[in-house]
């Protein structure tokens, strides 16, 4: 079982619609939580961190579930900027960061 | 832009070969941690670096090696290379071995023939 886990989609959004996808993690020592940003053939970049108490950012929320193990990214009014891939990334004690393999977000006029 | 920056963009390599990739790391940044990213999968944790040491090490062989210089840039050495090396090669910095954020770069993209 790989350690972090996320549907490839691709999710095909109508845009200003929302959308959710989800990230399982298998280490329940897991400190800290976040969800990047990758567009395609560039660098990921941190969309931003996900906290135990759930957390927003303008149009994106994040939300943490320990017991179930999973973390979850929502949209809404969806851009057609934000067609991009979402990687969860997931952090246990020390200096290492476990990316998952990413979830394609397709937005479409 | 981050401010860390890699290089070369693109590399083309036969098997068997080594290659040396660079990464300056952001300014006031001490920690370069390296990631290999295969096409459509995620970045994979390669090591990292911390005050010119070692800190940390991901599922990857010894042929898989790197140094920090006193400036905290870094390199990734990668000898006696097999097709399956061919990927995105990430650099990221970060102040601290815990970071809370890291910082990528462009990546340098190997291709092994």
């Known amino acids: 079982r790989k350690e972090v886990e996320q549907d490839p989609g691709p999710f095909n959004v109508p845009e200003g619609a929302t959308v959710a996808f989800n990230c399982t993690y298998s280490n329940s020592a897991s400190q800290s939580f976040f969800w990047y940003r990758q567009d395609c053939r560039k660098e990921p970049k941190l969309l931003m961190s996900v906290y135990s108490s759930g957390n927003e950012d303008g149009r994106f929320t994040a939300q943490l579930n320990r017991a179930s193990q999973y973390i979850s990214l929502l949209i809404r009014d969806s851009k057609l900027s934000d067609s991009a891939t979402y990687l969860c990334?997931?952090?246990?004690?020390?200096?290492?960061?476990?990316f998952g393999g990413g979830t394609r977000v397709l937005v479409k006029p | 832009e981050t401010g860390v920056t890699q290089s070369p963009t693109h590399l083309i390599k036969t098997r068997g070969q080594q290659v040396t990739l660079r990464c300056s790391s952001q300014?006031?940044?001490?920690?370069v941690s390296w990631y290999q990213q295969a096409l459509g999968q995620g970045p994979q944790f390669i090591f990292q670096y911390y005050r010119e040491e070692e800190n940390g090490r991901g599922n990857f062989p010894p042929r898989f090696s790197g140094l920090q210089f006193p400036n905290y840039s870094s390199e990734l050495n990668v000898n006696a290379l097999e097709l399956d090396d061919s990927a995105l090669y990430l650099c990221?910095?970060?102040?601290?071995?815990?970071?809370?954020?890291?910082?990528f770069g462009p990546g340098t993209r190997l291709t092994v023939t």
């Open positions: 990221a910095s970060s102040l601290g071995t815990a970071p809370h954020e890291q910082y």
């Open positions: 300014s006031g940044h001490n920690t």
């Open positions: 990334v997931v952090k246990a004690a020390g200096n290492k960061l476990t």
